[in-house]
């Protein structure tokens, strides 16, 4: 997968584009993602969040858009869990193409040789996995 304009951070909770960190771990609340099929592009969205942590400057909504989608799968989230725990990123990187049927943890912040697809991963266990062509990273800092 090609990370167009961003990186995924080192520390895997995070975007970085340019010299701006976007910590989608505690300052973004993710509100779902809308899978087209016919364009085979799944769109990932975060808000920003409410609590009195998050930096004012922080962008409006993230929108995580991945492009030419030829695997996509899906982890229950864990029954035992709050549903608070959904809208709250645990984890994102890169697993082992290898590895089809793992739905957790990460190998990488980087997609490498054999190592592209991406694994997602929030606070109630919910997890997703998806391997594509490109990824681009859309920023909205007003309404």
């Given at each position: 997968?090609?990370?167009?304009?961003?990186k995924?951070?080192?520390?895997?909770?995070?975007?970085?584009?340019g010299d701006?960190?976007?910590?989608?771990?505690?300052?973004f609340d993710f509100?779902g993602f809308n899978?087209?099929i016919?364009?085979k592009e799944?769109?990932?969205?975060?808000v920003?969040g409410?609590?009195n942590?998050?930096?004012?400057?922080s962008?409006?909504?993230?929108h995580?858009?991945?492009?030419d989608?030829?695997?996509?799968k899906a982890?229950?989230?864990?029954?035992e869990?709050?549903?608070?725990?959904d809208?709250?990123?645990?984890?994102?990187?890169?697993?082992?193409?290898?590895l089809?049927e793992?739905?957790g943890?990460?190998?990488?912040?980087?997609?490498k040789?054999?190592c592209?697809?991406?694994?997602i991963e929030?606070?109630s266990?919910l997890?997703l996995?998806?391997?594509?062509d490109?990824?681009?990273?859309?920023v909205?800092?007003k309404?």
């Open positions: 997968m090609k990370l167009e304009n961003f995924l951070a080192d520390d895997n909770i995070a975007f970085e584009q701006n960190y976007y910590d989608i771990h505690n300052n509100t899978y087209n016919n364009k799944i769109v990932l969205n975060w920003k409410t609590g942590w998050v930096p004012e400057n962008p409006k909504s993230i995580f858009i991945i492009r989608v030829y695997l996509f982890k229950e989230r864990d029954a869990m709050p549903f608070t725990e809208d709250c990123l645990n984890c994102i990187g890169f697993l082992w193409n290898d089809i793992e739905m943890g990460y190998y990488s912040h980087e997609p040789e054999n592209t697809h991406l694994s929030f606070m266990g997890a996995k998806i391997g594509a490109t990824a681009l990273l859309k909205i800092n309404d």
